[in-house]
């Protein structure tokens, strides 16, 4: 089983920055691709980022680009999300998800889709204060 845990997340006020990051369980984290989602009050879960197990791509929602970025240390299995210049549409409960790919054929994919993540965090809860 593997397991997510999700930290960084609180309160803070427009044009503020938080750093998220998800520690996983799973070993060697370098054979797992990475994603972030989140769902805000009254809506669905919606992709915000996603890296490749090698780190070498990333996708982003356009809602987002140019504003957070996506990162992994595989050393410490461990992705993490910077989020700068944050706005009160970006509250929201913030959700790491894991998949595990073949290293030597799929060091690059991602997916924007929740039905390609095969284990979830618990999630970690960004509020944005106006």
């Known amino acids: 089983q593997v397991q997510l845990v999700e930290s960084g997340g609180g309160l803070v006020q427009t044009g503020d920055s938080l750093r998220l990051s998800c520690a996983a369980s799973?070993?060697?984290?370098?054979?797992?691709?990475m994603g972030w989602f989140r769902q805000g009050p009254g809506k669905e879960r919606e992709f915000v980022a996603a890296?490749?197990?090698?780190?070498?791509?990333?996708n982003y929602a356009d809602s987002v680009k140019g504003r957070f970025t996506i990162s992994r240390d595989n050393a410490k299995n461990t992705v993490y999300l910077q989020m700068n210049s944050l706005k009160a549409e970006d509250t929201a409960v913030y959700y790491c998800?894991?998949?595990?790919?073949?290293?030597?054929?799929?060091?690059?994919?991602?997916?924007?889709?929740?039905?390609?993540?095969?284990?979830w965090g618990q999630g970690t809860q960004v509020t944005v204060s106006s």
């Open positions: 998800a894991a998949r595990p790919v073949v290293p030597s054929t799929a060091s690059g994919w991602t997916s924007k889709e929740t039905y390609d993540y095969t284990y």
């Open positions: 890296i490749s197990s090698s780190g070498t791509r990333t």
């Open positions: 799973t070993r060697p984290f370098s054979s797992w691709a």
